[in-house]
């Protein structure tokens, strides 16, 4: 039976665990994606601690029980990862205290715009004080990975996971392929939206589920939470080889995708289109005709779309109705398969292939 246990961290001083910064991870699996702290929020935090308020509880996974063998780290951040970044990010001088900063201790002091440099050799003693602070860390132990993302996404529950975050703390076998997906050039350099709160992993999630859908049950299905959720349940621990073969198919049609679109691409901006795109490239390699799908077809098919809207304005019944459809498809519903499946029908014919899909 699986155990979790907890226990206080001995030595968590802020300089002890600065010295050890190469052993601790702040970036495991089940993290979320972006986060970034604003300066403000940073300086709030040192504040915080040279002015001996409480900060929350930070979480470590220990990675280093006896018994097991000996690994990179030995500790990972379940919860409290941009508190430890910041704390080392004032130590290594990416950013002052605050203009107004008041010392509560002795208000006489003026330690306003220091860096932790400035702090070292103005006042001492303070830098002493905030060197030995004792960090409240947590570490918890188990031998069920699982477990940990499931503390992680219960320990997130104040700042609500979206959808793709909570499907990453699910963890096993799908959810690593939809990490690898993400990691791929193509959502690294072509796409033109970002990966924060789990954006890359949101679409590559859709991806697998179209493919999936395609491989085995040869139709294509909705692409929302519930479907992809269960997907990654389903495969969770099962089947490692069918995931394997998914993600080979996935990772192709992007490779292809990456031929075609330039880096931070404009026709990449909207998530909503990344599925009508894929089944796109994917139906063109089945069928060996990629060579009729380019940038400057794509383009031209974006600027019949502007057209189109322009001239429906002024004279609906001179205007195409089926450029008028995709237009609406692309603004609602854009998960649900009936929608897919017409947008990608009207794209396929104006790149000069086959209207409907080849499921093979």
Not at 30 to 49: E, N, P
Not at 109 to 118: C, F, I, W
Request: net charge negative; no cysteine.
């Amino acid at each position: 039976m699986s155990f979790i246990t907890t226990s206080t961290l001995k030595n968590s001083t802020i300089m002890f665990l600065y010295s050890e910064r190469e052993r601790i991870n702040l970036a495991p699996e089940y993290q979320r994606s972006g986060g970034v702290w604003t300066l403000q929020k940073r300086r709030l935090l040192i504040d915080s601690i040279l002015n001996d308020y409480d900060i929350p509880k930070i979480y470590f996974h220990s990675l280093s029980a006896p018994g097991k063998p000996t690994q990179e780290y030995d500790y990972a951040v379940i919860d409290g990862r941009q508190r430890m970044e910041t704390i080392w990010s004032y130590i290594d001088g990416e950013f002052a205290l605050s203009d107004d900063f008041e010392y509560q201790l002795d208000q006489s002091l003026n330690l306003a715009g220091l860096t932790y440099e400035d702090l070292a050799k103005s006042y001492p003693r303070i830098r002493i004080k905030f060197d030995s602070f004792v960090l409240p860390v947590v570490s918890v132990e188990t031998d069920d990975i699982d477990l940990i993302e499931d503390m992680f996404s219960r320990l997130n529950e104040a700042v609500p996971l979206n959808a793709a975050e909570k499907r990453n703390a699910i963890g096993g076998n799908l959810v690593k392929a939809i990490r690898a997906i993400s990691a791929v050039p193509f959502f690294e350099k072509k796409v033109a939206f970002g990966s924060g709160r789990a954006q890359h992993l949101e679409v590559s999630a859709r991806m697998l589920l179209t493919e999936h859908s395609l491989q085995y049950d040869e139709r294509i299905i909705d692409t929302k939470r519930e479907y992809l959720d269960a997907l990654a349940r389903e495969f969770k621990n099962d089947r490692p080889t069918v995931v394997t073969k998914l993600e080979r198919g996935v990772k192709a049609v992007l490779k292809e995708m990456s031929n075609v679109f330039m880096d931070g691409d404009p026709l990449l901006r909207a998530q909503g289109n990344m599925v009508v795109y894929f089944l796109l490239f994917r139906g063109a390699m089945y069928e060996e005709k990629l060579s009729k799908i380019t940038r400057r077809k794509l383009l031209n098919f974006r600027d019949k779309l502007a057209e189109n809207r322009s001239l429906a304005e002024e004279d609906f019944v001179k205007s195409d109705f089926a450029l008028l459809e995709y237009d609406r498809l692309s603004q609602q519903g854009t998960n649900d398969a009936s929608n897919i499946r017409e947008r990608y029908e009207v794209l396929a014919d104006h790149m000069g292939l086959p209207p409907t899909y080849h499921f093979g």
